[in-house]
């Protein structure tokens, strides 16, 4: 059973540049979920899909931040225009429905120089 | 607000003896309850879950929840020093996403 994948590991780049994450769900789960975790905190929720529907957005989630879903499979979270408190680890988890257990990717870390 | 409060420690326990987690939450509809195991510098693992009332137990862990008190806790039995680690307790919200706690460090010596 392959879990998460989430690709780049880790992301360097200068403060103004554009961004974007991949996340690949464990196969027969059709939800998908990101947080965001920094230092010394929990995971703070961002979004997430059913399928290649976007339910929710947080109001942490800025217009900078865009994700995608577009064939329910894999998704994408870009962030344009990054700034200093961009800085976090992204986290991608998915589930196989509403209320069942999320099961969380290794994690992009990215620092913003 | 929707709360999740954990004591962030660090608790502090001898190889072989139980570790208690505790955990509390404001929403009174919250329905599942989730317990993650984080190392520094990786991302949560699942350990537990429970959704009803009472003791769920699994190998060395058992989870408790009360409903009425709005309280869940982990206990962990035979501790061992690779249980060190971040214990993130994690409530549902109003809709699916997952309401974390800030975590309580768990740190077991020989």
């Known amino acids: 059973d392959t879990g998460v994948s989430q690709d780049p590991r880790h992301k360097i780049t200068k403060r103004g540049q554009n961004v974007t994450f991949r996340c690949d769900p464990i196969?027969?789960?059709?939800?998908l979920y990101w947080y965001r975790q920094t230092l010394g905190q929990g995971p703070e929720f961002l979004t997430y899909?059913?399928?290649?529907?976007?339910?929710?957005k947080s109001r942490l989630l800025s217009d900078r931040f865009s994700a995608e879903r577009p064939k329910g499979s894999f998704s994408t979270l870009e962030i344009q225009r990054t700034e200093q408190g961009d800085s976090a680890m992204y986290l991608c988890?998915?589930?196989?429905?509403?209320?069942?257990?999320?099961?969380f990717g290794d994690g992009t870390r990215l620092s913003i120089l | 607000q929707k709360e999740v409060e954990q004591n962030s420690g660090p608790l502090s326990v001898p190889e072989g003896a139980i570790a208690s987690l505790n955990c509390t939450y404001s929403?009174?509809?919250?329905?599942?309850f989730f317990w993650y195991r984080q190392y520094s510098g990786k991302s949560p693992e699942l350990i537990m879950f429970?959704?009803?009332?009472g003791d769920k137990e699994d190998g060395r862990f058992t989870a408790q929840l009360n409903k009425a008190s709005q309280y869940v806790s982990l206990l962990i039995r035979d501790s061992q020093p690779s249980d060190s680690a971040t214990y993130l307790c994690?409530?549902?919200?109003?809709?699916?996403?997952?309401?974390f706690g800030t975590g309580t460090r768990l740190q077991v010596f020989p």
């Open positions: 196969s027969e789960h059709n939800r």
């Open positions: 899909f059913q399928n290649e529907a976007q339910l929710e």
């Open positions: 429970i959704y009803s009332n």
């Open positions: 994690a409530v549902d919200g109003d809709t699916d996403k997952l309401i």
């Open positions: 929403d009174r509809g919250s329905q599942s």
């Open positions: 988890a998915s589930s196989s429905a509403e209320g069942q257990p999320q099961h």
